[in-house]
T-cell receptor, first 114, second 115 residues
Framework: AQKITQTQPGMFVQEKEAVTLDCTYD???????LFWYKQPSSGEMIFLIY??????QNATEGRYSLNFQKARKSANLVISASQLGDSAMYFC???????????FGAGTTVTVRA | EAQVTQNPRYLITVTGKKLTVTCSQN?????MSWYRQDPGLGLRQIYY???????DKGDVPEGYKVSRKEKRNFPLILESPSPNQTSLYFC??????????????FGQGTRLTVV
C-alpha cells in the first residue's frame, strides 16, 4: 500500500501568490516524521521542512509552512509569496520509527508564472 | 563542507556491462542508503547500510549490489545492467536511524541510461 500520496502531478501558480501542495500518509506507527523536499531542474534534493508526529504546532520555515492535520493524516505544504525560483518538483516523505528508510510520494511539479 | 558525493553524475552504458556508482560522505555518518527515482513513483529505496559491513535490502533491490567496507563509502554495483534500470539514483546518509527526525543528506544524483 502506498504510504505517501501526492494527488497533484502538476500545478501552476502566479508569482507572489500562495500555493498549497497536498500530501496524505498512511501509517499505524505512533512515532513518525514528515519531510518535504524540493527538487529543482538541476536534480538535487533540498530539504525544506520537517513535522514530527508529536509536534503540537505546525512547522514553519521562512516562506514554507506545513499544515499538519494528524486525524486526517495529511501534511500539506504551503508556499507563500511564490517566486520564480520556486518552480521545481516537490516531494513529501515519511520516516516511521520502525523503518529504515524515507517513504516518498510521487511528487508535485510546481511552475511559477511571472 | 559537509556533503555526500556521488560519481559519475551522468552515465550512458550498454546492457550487461558492469558498472559502479560511487558514494562518499564526509560526516562520519553511520547510516547510508541508495534510492532510485522514476516518474510517477517518487524515490524508492534500493539498499541501506546501518554501519560498516552491515547492509540490507530496501524495497527494490533486484539487480543491484552494495558493499560497506569503510564508513564513508557505499558504492552501488550493477553487475549486469538492463534498460529497466535506467533511472535517477540518489545516495543519502544520516548520522544514524535512532530518531525519526534525523536529517538525511542527499548526493547530487546520478542519471543512468542503459541502452
Amino acid at each position: 500500500a502506498q504510504k505517501i500520496t501526492q494527488t497533484q502531478p502538476g500545478m501552476f501558480v502566479q508569482e507572489k501568490e500562495a500555493v498549497t501542495l497536498d500530501c496524505t500518509y498512511d501509517t499505524s506507527d505512533p512515532s513518525y516524521g514528515l519531510f518535504w523536499y524540493k527538487q529543482p531542474s538541476s536534480g538535487e534534493m533540498i530539504f525544506l521542512i520537517y513535522q514530527g508526529s508529536y509536534d503540537q504546532q505546525n512547522a514553519t520555515e521562512g516562506r514554507y509552512s506545513l499544515n499538519f492535520q494528524k486525524a486526517r493524516k495529511s501534511a500539506n505544504l504551503v508556499i507563500s509569496a511564490s517566486q520564480l525560483g520556486d518552480s521545481a518538483m516537490y516531494f513529501c516523505a515519511m520516516r516511521e520509527r520502525n523503518d529504515y528508510k524515507l517513504s516518498f510520494g510521487a511528487g508535485t511539479t510546481v511552475t511559477v508564472r511571472a | 563542507e559537509a556533503q555526500v558525493t556521488q560519481n559519475p553524475r551522468y552515465l550512458i552504458t550498454v546492457t550487461g556491462k558492469k558498472l559502479t556508482v560511487t558514494c562518499s560522505q564526509n560526516m562520519n555518518h553511520e547510516y547510508m542508503s541508495w534510492y532510485r527515482q522514476d516518474p510517477g513513483l517518487g524515490l524508492r529505496q534500493i539498499y541501506y547500510s546501518m554501519n560498516v559491513e552491515v547492509t540490507d535490502k530496501g524495497d527494490v533491490p533486484e539487480g543491484y549490489k552494495v558493499s560497506r567496507k569503510e564508513k564513508r563509502n557505499f558504492p552501488l554495483i550493477l553487475e549486469s545492467p538492463s534498460p529497466n534500470q535506467t533511472s535517477l539514483y540518489f545516495c543519502a546518509s544520516s548520522l544514524n536511524m535512532d530518531r525519526v527526525d534525523t536529517e538525511a543528506f542527499f548526493g547530487q544524483g546520478t542519471r543512468l541510461t542503459v541502452v
